[in-house]
C-alpha cells in the first residue's frame, strides 16, 4: 500500500518522535510501505519550502518513493481545476494517478482544529478517489497495511 503525506502534516512527519507518525514510520521502513510522489513543480516547492528535500532525497534512495510521471499529474491536476472543493488539485491528482487511498494529513481534534476539511471530503469522495483520511495513530491499524503499492 502505498500512503500520499500531505504538506499540511510535514512538520509532524519529520518528528521522530511524533506519536501519531511513528506507526507512518514503522509502516514505512518495516512493512514495506511507500509514499506516492511525483516531480511536479508545485510538488517540488512545498516539499523543499518545508525543509524536506534531505528527507525526500534520503526516502527516494531507500526504494520508500513510488515516484510517477510528474506529466500525468499535471494533466489530470488541470482536469480538477474548478471541479472540486479543496484547492489541492495536485494531491487529488496524484491519488488519482496512482490510485492511492490512504492520505496523512493533519488535524488536532483536541484544540478543534480539524484540518483541512475541503481537500478531506475530496479525497473521501467516492466519485474521486474515494479514500481515507489518516490524522492520529488510532488509524493506524486499520489504514496502514501490508498491501503494496498499486
Not at 508545485?42 to 528535500?53: I, T
Not at 526516502?59 to 515516484?67: A, D, E, H, P, Y
Request: glycine share 6%.
Amino acid at each position: 500500500m502505498c500512503i500520499i503525506v500531505d504538506t499540511n502534516t510535514f512538520h509532524k512527519f519529520k518528528d521522530p518522535n511524533n506519536e501519531d507518525m511513528e506507526p507512518v514510520w514503522t509502516w514505512l521502513e518495516e512493512r514495506g510501505g511507500k509514499i506516492a510522489y511525483a516531480d511536479t513543480e508545485k510538488l517540488e516547492e512545498e516539499w523543499n519550502r518545508a525543509g524536506m528535500r534531505n528527507l525526500r532525497n534520503r526516502l527516494r534512495q531507500t526504494g520508500k518513493l513510488k515516484v510517477v510521471s510528474p506529466q500525468d499529474v499535471e494533466e489530470k491536476a488541470d482536469e480538477l481545476k474548478g471541479k472540486i472543493k479543496s484547492n489541492d488539485e495536485q494531491i487529488i491528482a496524484l491519488a488519482l494517478v496512482t490510485g492511492v487511498k490512504i492520505l496523512i494529513s493533519y488535524a488536532d481534534y483536541e484544540s478543534g482544529q480539524k484540518g483541512d476539511s475541503d481537500l478531506f471530503d475530496d479525497f473521501r469522495d467516492k466519485s474521486l478517489v474515494g479514500g481515507r483520511v489518516y490524522t492520529r495513530k488510532v488509524h493506524a491499524r486499520r489504514m496502514l497495511t501490508k498491501d503494496t503499492c498499486p
